[in-house]
């Protein structure tokens, strides 16, 4: 029986360029923090450039090494079980994703169910509720704080609904084009692919507007308790993926036009609009437990 | 055998030829020794920080180590020993020994796999880098709870947050490199209840550690923003909770320590039937016990957090499914006490490791199943006693399962037998040792004396010396190991292909040393007797 050869690429300099340039990122990160909170003995300000000179680095590893991976594909070196090692590797990818976001999403249900109920005196804790915060209420979103923070709540019928709308239908528009490929429509595959980095752009841009009302308006900021908490870092680490999973999209279609895909071998674009779904799935989540209920 | 040769380039220097061998490599055995020699150096730095802890430990007062000190040596002791020596140490083996195993040319995603190798050194050099920072190391434990993380932390606290980052980083892609490559490279007739117990567990803990570290990362990214951008996940005052962080943690915790013991499992069972000459006794009912174990651990966390006023139905739940946990980990220790059972038993070094590994690990589990009782949890809760299970764990579990594997693969890789007087010896005192510093532990545990303490009351005294002594022996043995270890490097009598007479697998089948590239044309599985006959 003929086995499969598989390839095994030679020696690569990216890994050890992304590996430093994780490292240069991480460095610069916290030292941009300590020095713009004027943390004791964080004097400077070089911990900025720093930060984004590392993600330079990062991005040009990704460039670099992306782009080997695509002329090996386009030489045709990747045999069938290379593929399954692509698709399966980029599944367990997005499984690490999910429990990413469920550790916040694990924050959120603790401080709805758990701790914000208990302040409040709900089970046996009355006492901690009579001796520490007597006033606190138990009221989701969280108006006020044991402390005293005030908040005003997300609509979920305005921007995040619409936001919503956007969102399901770049997915389906992401699918349009994968059957376009699919069939060899060559014309409709891009058509598809920029409607979709547009609809993904235009949700960018109405999440960066909900937080300009968020804190100008609502006074609803990081700062105001687990509500601002849980609000800010899982609308704001989703709207990460979403920047990623367009900048994918574009890369997409500027692949797509120069004619690397073919109806039959297109994992990169496969992997993109995986990656695309689960961040829709994840904004589901979100609108239902973040903004609606 | 077609041999890709991507090392021989001529007229080079030899440092540029040495570095741009070990810096660019995609090669899973030369990524292994990278792994392996990371974990080694790592645990006598962070051995050090032991014997720095039992120094001062030596008698009741304040000698060597001021308290604030104290507290950072305990808590970089356990970060480094967690992170950069077990996990790194599992993952060496599993890059030389997986591929090799199952038949594959290599990893699935051989730059993946030099990728997540490169992250750690940098990401410890940042970790330990906060020794010599301004307001010094984290000393908050190695569990970093809130607030002490947060609120109280030192500055330094920041750069443990990025490290932690980037090691996440790095045993996630690891973790999907090993899933992958055991899916889909096995040799042509490998189906899974056919694979080796080691791969078998390695595909769980690999598992596991795609669904936990992102939990971790998660648990720090909210202790970042708790720290610097003023939200209140871990502060009741904004309607968070400093008990959420528990919860976090140990969501990634209790996973967490099945990631550093089912390689060891695997391991064990690899080694016990070699030299009980008999085939592993129930091997399905191995895979099932560590897939149980494995589900399970989802759902224990809670029983680190028993006295910090769970509902008691939580309390409850959990110390049942937590004592559920007993009957997978007792099924696997019966299998390989009936492994041997009238085996025609030899006692090599990597055999009496294996066996050490085998009773002491027990002696954990059980001390683990009194901690899981809520009510004797009570008094037993951040007391020495803890120490004492989990270094019963850790130690003569994780540690000697590492160290029984090297015996046992050092001449498949080496090409070199070692000394088995030495290694004997080395056996002998390490258990002594290792029973000396943690057995009086228990007792001290019991008696009440508190874990993460820089000074004790007079009565604990005795038994801290002795464990004191026992740490000091300890520690020089594995300077012995180290001995041993260079010593086979460099030479020794030539092993043969097969090494062990009964050895069974696919790595017996290929030459000692091992070939740089193995398996480019695939093996024969099973493997045919006379596989084994190369010399």
Known sequence: METPRYYVPHSSPWPIVGSVALAVTAYGAVNFIHQSTEKVGAEGSWGQPVFFIGLAMVAFMMFGWFGTVIRESIRGMNSELMDRSYRQGMGWFIVSEIMFFAAFFGALFYARIISVPWLAGAGNNLETHVLLWPDFADIWPLFMTPGGTATEAMEAWGLPFINTVILVTSSVTVTFAHWALKKNQRILLPIWLAITVALGTTFLTLQVIEYRDAYTELGLTMGSGIYGSTFFLLTGFHGAHVTMGTIMLAVMLLRSLRGHFSAENHFAFEAVSWYWHFVDVVWLFLFTFVYWF | ?535
């Not at chain 2, 307001?135 to 434990?141: Q, S």
């Not at chain 2, 970093?144 to 606290?157: D, E, H, V």
């Not at chain 2, 007087?421 to 258990?431: E, N, P």
């Not at chain 2, 820089?454 to 005795?462: E, K």
Request: zero cysteines; aromatic letters at 16%.
């Open chain 2, 1 to 535: 055998m077609a041999v890709t040769a991507d090392h021989a380039i001529p007229n080079r220097s030899p440092l540029i030829a040495f570095l741009s061998r070990w810096l660019l490599t995609t090669n899973h055995k030369e990524i292994g020794t990278l792994y392996l020699w990371l974990s080694f150096t790592l645990f006598f730095i962070a051995g050090a920080m032991a014997m720095v802890i039992r120094l001062e430990l030596f008698q009741p007062g304040i000698q060597f180590a001021e308290p604030l000190f104290y507290n950072q040596m305990v808590t970089m002791h356990g970060l480094i020993m967690v992170f950069g020596v077990v996990m790194p140490g599992f993952v060496g083996l599993a890059n030389w020994l997986l591929p090799m195993m199952i038949g594959a040319p290599d990893m699935a995603l051989p730059r993946l796999n030099n990728f997540s190798f490169w992250i750690l050194p940098f990401a410890f050099t940042l970790l330990i880098s906060s020794l010599f920072m301004e307001g010094g190391a984290p000393n908050f434990g190695w569990t970093f709870y809130a607030p002490l993380s947060t609120t109280y932390g030192p500055p330094s606290t920041d750069f443990f947050i990025l490290g932690v980052h980037l090691m996440g980083i790095s045993s996630v892609l690891g973790a999907i490199n090993i899933i992958v490559t055991i899916f889909n490279l096995r040799v042509e007739g490998m189906t899974l209840m056919k694979m080796p117990l080691f791969v078998w567990t390695w595909l769980i803990t690999a598992f596991l550690l795609v669904m936990v570290m992102p939990v971790l990362a998660g648990a720090v990214t909210m202790m970042l923003t708790d720290r610097h951008f003023g939200t209140s996940f871990f502060s009741a005052v904004g309607g968070g909770d400093p008990v959420l962080f528990q919860h976090v943690f140990w969501f990634f915790g209790h996973p967490e320590v099945y990631i550093l013991i089912l390689p060891g499992f695997g391991i064990a069972s690899q080694i016990i039937p070699t030299f009980a000459r008999k085939k592993l006794f129930g091997y399905h009912s191995m895979v099932y016990a560590t897939v149980s174990i494995a589900i399970l651990s989802f759902l224990v966390w809670g029983h680190h957090m028993f006295t910090t006023g769970m509902p008691l139905a939580a309390e409850l739940f959990v110390m049942y499914a937590t004592m559920l946990i007993a009957v997978p980990t007792g099924v696997k220790v019966f299998n390989w006490v009936a492994t041997m059972w009238r085996g025609s038993m030899t006692f090599e070094t990597p055999m009496l490791f294996a066996i050490g590994f085998v009773i002491l690990f027990t002696i954990g589990g059980f001390s683990g199943l009194m901690l899981a009782l809520v009510p004797a949890d009570f008094q037993y809760h951040d007391t020495f006693f803890v120490v004492a299970h989990f270094h019963y764990v850790l130690y003569p579990g994780a540690i000697f399962g590492i160290m029984s594997a090297v015996y046992y693969w050092l001449p498949k890789w080496t090409g070199n037998m070692y000394d088995e007087r030495l290694g004997k010896l080395h056996f002998w005192t390490a258990i002594v040792a290792v029973n000396m510093t943690f057995f009086p532990m228990h007792f001290l545990g019991l008696a009440g004396m508190p874990r993460r303490i820089v000074d004790y009351s007079l009565q604990f005294a005795d038994f801290n010396m002795v464990a004191s002594i026992g740490a000091g022996m300890l520690g020089l043995t594995q300077v012995l190991f180290l001995y041993i270890v260079i010593k086979t490097i460099r030479g020794g009598d030539k092993a043969t292909s097969r090494v062990w007479e009964s050895a069974e697998g696919l790595e017996w089948t290929i030459p000692s040393p091992a070939p740089l590239h193995t398996f480019s044309a695939p093996p024969q599985f099973p493997i045919p007797e006379e596989a084994y006959q190369h010399d």
